[in-house]
């Protein structure tokens, strides 16, 4: 068997418009092997660390193990009394120090704000999603590490207050931070929206509470630098997704309105041009229906046009009876 028909075979099997009478027609899926789960080449010092049955004083004469291996497993339990975390916060081993910085079970103060003070920007990193880190550290550790898009446990616990505290921030970096929240009071949205940078704005595009027309005076307003983030928004209208694609000027734009559920076949054949985002073109169920079957003839892209639940059924049936006649 060829790797297209592999890819064809894959793909009628995802697609939820295969007829069941067709389906029964299919070769049965390759079985996986089982991943091995046994625990006969873990050091037994290391299972002695991951096991919560293991008794207090074992535990603490661990924690001068020569293995950092051992010390890591300690540091990322959840069910470890203060004394020990006060312990791996002074471990030579960064990797140590930044699981125990991430740990949730990790709420001493102290330790937290010594963990934002490492040298290593890994266990700064770290600290920042632990969801008991001080606002105030937290803040400032969004100026000195780069956090990326992604919504920190202790800004989805944050009241508003605090919220509105970090939205009226001097620094982009910590609006971005609270851009990222979903439930936000109404002054904290409508100030995120109208940031002036689009690193701010950036966060907030994908926000459901956006209209479409909001989300075209965003596109107007910011450009083609916004064009991704937008394109991920559930409201995003067919024709500012078409408008989007025409003067796309990044790959990543294509992909984001190819993946839109609302983008027509026109704006499709857009996409179909960028050499990532024409997968997710083809398996888009708006693409037109006389490019789709085009596609099962590309290798490239045969098991996303198979997988589209708008291949008309005589393609399906064509596409199995070749292979049952070929097998």
Same mark, same amino acid.
């Given at each position: 068997?060829?790797?297209?028909?592999?890819?064809?075979?894959?793909?009628l099997?995802?697609?939820?418009?295969?007829?069941?009478?067709?389906?029964?027609?299919?070769?049965?899926?390759?079985?996986?092997?089982? @991943?091995?789960?046994?625990?006969?080449?873990?050091?037994?010092?290391?299972?002695?660390a991951?096991?919560?049955?293991?008794?207090?004083?074992e535990?603490?004469?661990?924690?001068?193990?020569?293995?950092?291996?051992?010390?890591?497993?300690?540091?990322?339990?959840?069910?470890?009394?203060?004394?020990?975390?006060?312990?791996?916060a002074?471990?030579?081993?960064?990797?140590?120090?930044?699981?125990?910085?991430?740990?949730?079970?990790?709420?001493?103060?102290?330790?937290?704000?010594?963990?934002?003070?490492?040298?290593?920007?890994?266990?700064?990193?770290?600290?920042?999603?632990?969801?008991?880190?001080?606002?105030?550290?937290?803040?400032?550790?969004?100026?000195?590490?780069?956090?990326?898009?992604?919504l920190?446990p202790?800004?989805?616990?944050?009241?508003?207050?605090?919220?509105?505290?970090?939205?009226?921030?001097?620094?982009?970096?910590?609006?971005?931070?609270v851009?990222?929240?979903?439930?936000?009071?109404?002054?904290?949205?409508?100030?995120l929206?109208?940031d002036?940078?689009?690193?701010v704005?950036?966060?907030?595009?994908?926000? @459901?509470?956006?209209?479409?027309?909001?989300?075209?005076?965003?596109?107007?307003?910011?450009?083609?630098?916004?064009?991704?983030?937008?394109a991920?928004n @559930?409201?995003?209208?067919?024709?500012?997704?078409h408008?989007?694609?025409?003067?796309?000027?990044?790959?990543?734009?294509?992909?984001?309105?190819?993946?839109?559920?609302?983008?027509?076949?026109?704006?499709?054949?857009?996409?179909?041009?960028?050499?990532?985002a024409?997968r997710w073109?083809?398996?888009?169920?708006?693409?037109?229906?006389?490019?789709?079957?085009?596609?099962?003839?590309?290798?490239?892209l045969?098991?996303?046009?198979?997988?589209?639940?708008?291949?008309?059924?005589?393609?399906?049936?064509?596409?199995?009876?070749?292979?049952?006649?070929?097998?």
């Amino acid at each position: 068997m060829d790797e297209r028909t592999r890819e064809i075979l894959c793909g009628l099997r995802t697609n939820p418009a295969l007829p069941g009478p067709l389906r029964a027609l299919l070769p049965a899926p390759p079985v996986a092997t089982a @991943p091995d789960t046994t625990w006969h080449d873990v050091d037994p010092d290391v299972a002695r660390a991951a096991d919560p049955t293991t008794p207090s004083d074992e535990v603490l004469a661990l924690l001068d193990h020569d293995s950092a291996l051992v010390r890591w497993t300690l540091a990322g339990r959840p069910d470890l009394p203060g004394e020990v975390h006060a312990r791996l916060a002074a471990d030579p081993i960064p990797g140590v120090r930044a699981d125990l910085a991430a740990n949730p079970a990790v709420v001493s103060e102290p330790i937290l704000r010594g963990l934002a003070n490492d040298e290593d920007a890994d266990v700064r990193r770290s600290v920042a999603h632990n969801p008991s880190v001080p606002l105030d550290v937290l803040t400032r550790l969004a100026d000195s590490i780069r956090i990326g898009p992604s919504l920190l446990p202790r800004v989805t616990a944050a009241t508003d207050e605090e919220l509105r505290l970090l939205a009226a921030a001097p620094s982009a970096r910590v609006r971005m931070l609270v851009a990222e929240r979903v439930a936000l009071p109404a002054d904290v949205f409508e100030r995120l929206v109208t940031d002036d940078d689009i690193r701010v704005v950036k966060g907030i595009a994908p926000h @459901p509470a956006l209209s479409a027309d909001r989300l075209w005076a965003l596109a107007e307003r910011h450009g083609p630098s916004l064009f991704r983030r937008l394109a991920t928004n @559930p409201h995003c209208d067919p024709d500012l997704l078409h408008h989007m694609a025409h003067n796309a000027t990044a790959r990543r734009i294509y992909r984001a309105v190819a993946e839109h559920p609302n983008t027509r076949g026109e704006t499709l054949l857009l996409c179909l041009g960028d050499d990532v985002a024409r997968r997710w073109a083809a398996a888009h169920p708006n693409l037109p229906a006389d490019v789709l079957i085009g596609l099962v003839e590309d290798p490239s892209l045969a098991g996303c046009a198979a997988a589209n639940p708008s291949l008309p059924v005589e393609v399906m049936e064509r596409l199995i009876a070749t292979y049952r006649h070929n097998g």
